[in-house]
């Protein structure tokens, strides 16, 4: 077998995500050829997706010390680098590939993926639309597009992106997610009968998994926005069945992790110690996953003393990073920074913060499971505030229920008994953070907060030491902070009421995970 061919076996092997048959194939090959480029770069990618990314630093190193003109192995690289946090190495290179080969598509995409992540999606937009002047068909940008257009509220614009994608691609399932998200089913039912027709369409059978959730959660959503939730349930519980069978999510141990956050807390040792505190204050938003921490997030960051940084994981990466190893925590290696007269912690996150480059002292994160670090926000972020969103427990938990997530975070909301369970896990724990520290947490009621929108709000920026503005209830119109999650189109809209409830129509369907919710098992 030539090297061509070894190269697309390996390649083949990754797309199947056989990494450790790729691995021992590609080392073989790296005996054979030990100055070859496109073997190391090869080697890195496979690393890469392996989660293992500073090997993967190691290899694309290699493989441009043998070439450095090899753009490819520099946009991985640049790639690695981002996934890692080190911004500034990722767009040093992502610019230099462009600067050199100004049509590089890939790296125009990447380099959009980098601004994106720090919330500077207009810049993103900018590169999708170079790239897509040198190639106007190319999904991967349009779709791109359509995200970027979807996270600043551009919403017909972002349709309109799909719709190119639906008419190049009928058969883009992801895309017709997309759609889904957009379309409001009960005034314009075209793209439900297209739905359908795909369902019904002799090779469906063949469809990959991926594709068949991304049509059931379409649909899921279409025939509840249409009030037909006997079929809007049946297609929701297909696609959170498949999502679940790949899916090794083990819920006890995250009741272990928080066993020993509790543990861990009720030494007092540990509570008194006192940080320095920093010029630059975070609001950290959270509670539990669409409990209404986008639109708390939306009003705070309107106000012209606040910038929005979207739903960050610096501080979950900082901790586990640092004091988290086999679920248990390192006790000595946290006094010993809490004893530090610097305060490493709060100046990690803030370098991470730097980089998006806000032009106000007062920043949020509206990371909704935050809620598991509070204790260490208090001990390391002493000038810091928490607010905390929570919702009618049946109303929270079918909207998880009922979409598809990206991040690996939320493998526990795919299945009713699960759903339920964390749901409790998450009670208990907030039950035991107010015990401790209840002056430093604001409880924002989703209920609350469409109901009384203006009382709610000036509460809200009272306890952030934030005078009242008219804006922060105008933040539909604001489009000051881009969205990354599945609230962009509710965050597009003035505060309504009709998701108040909504469980109502699904109780009959969730008897299972509402049963645990009313036990509190």
Not at 26 to 37: A, G, Q, R, Y
Not at 405 to 427: C, H, P, V
Request: aromatic residues 12%.
């Amino acid at each position: 077998m030539d090297l061509k061919n070894k190269v697309l076996e390996i390649q083949q092997l990754i797309n199947l995500n056989k990494i450790s048959k790729a691995l021992l194939k590609c080392e073989k090959l790296i005996k054979k050829f030990p100055n070859n480029s496109f073997i190391f770069n090869l080697y890195g990618l496979i690393m890469q997706k392996d989660g293992q990314l500073l090997r993967s630093v190691v290899q694309f190193n290699k493989a441009l010390s043998y070439d450095p003109n090899n753009f490819a192995a520099m946009n991985n690289l640049a790639n690695s680098q981002k996934n890692l946090y080190n911004f500034k190495d990722a767009e040093y290179l992502f610019r230099k590939i462009i600067k050199e080969d100004p049509n590089n598509i890939k790296a125009l995409n990447n380099y959009a993926n980098l601004k994106k992540e720090i919330n500077k999606y207009k810049d993103a937009k900018s590169l999708l639309l170079m790239a897509l002047e040198i190639d106007p068909n190319n999904i991967d940008i349009i779709s791109n597009i359509a995200a970027c257009c979807h996270g600043i509220g551009e919403l017909e614009e972002a349709k309109n992106y799909a719709l190119k994608i639906a008419s190049l691609q009928p058969y883009n399932t992801t895309n017709h997610r997309f759609l889904s998200s957009i379309i409001n089913y009960s005034k314009e039912k075209d793209h439900l009968e297209t739905l359908e027709k795909l369902l019904s369409i002799e090779n469906f059978k063949n469809f990959l998994p991926s594709e068949k959730i991304d049509l059931y959660f379409a649909l899921g959503k279409a025939y509840e926005d249409v009030k037909n939730f006997k079929n809007s349930h049946k297609f929701l519980a297909k696609a959170n069945y498949i999502m679940k069978q790949n899916s090794n999510y083990d819920i006890s141990k995250t009741a272990k992790l928080f066993d020993n956050i509790i543990k861990l807390f009720n030494d007092s040792e540990i509570l008194n110690f006192k940080k320095k505190q920093s010029t630059k204050k975070i609001i950290f938003i959270c509670g539990m996953p669409r409990s209404g921490t986008t639109l708390v997030e939306q009003i705070v960051a309107s106000h012209s003393k606040v910038s929005g940084a979207g739903e960050l994981q610096y501080l979950s990466n900082i901790i586990k990073d640092n004091f988290l190893e086999n679920l248990k925590f390192n006790k000595q290696k946290i006094i010993e920074e809490l004893s530090n007269d610097e305060n490493i912690i709060l100046e990690k996150f803030l370098q991470l913060l730097n980089f998006h480059d806000f032009d106000t002292d007062i920043i949020t994160d509206k990371a909704p499971q935050n809620f598991i670090w509070i204790g260490f926000i208090k001990l390391f972020f002493p000038n810091c505030k928490i607010i905390h969103c929570s919702r009618n427990p049946k109303d929270n938990c079918l909207s998880l229920y009922k979409n598809y997530f990206s991040s690996s975070t939320m493998s526990w909301a795919y299945d009713q008994i699960e759903i339920g369970k964390y749901y409790n896990l998450y009670r208990n724990i907030m039950i035991f953070w107010k015990s401790k520290f209840n002056d430093f947490i604001f409880d924002a009621s989703y209920e609350n907060l469409v109901n009384s929108p203006e009382v709610e709000v000036k509460k809200m920026l009272s306890f952030c030491n934030l005078n009242w503005e008219a804006d922060c209830l105008n933040f539909y119109n604001n489009k000051k902070t881009p969205v990354q999650t599945v609230s962009v189109s509710q965050a597009s809209k003035p505060i309504y009421k009709s998701s108040v409830n909504s469980s109502e129509a699904y109780a009959e369907y969730l008897s299972d995970m509402f049963h645990i919710l009313d036990s509190k098992i």
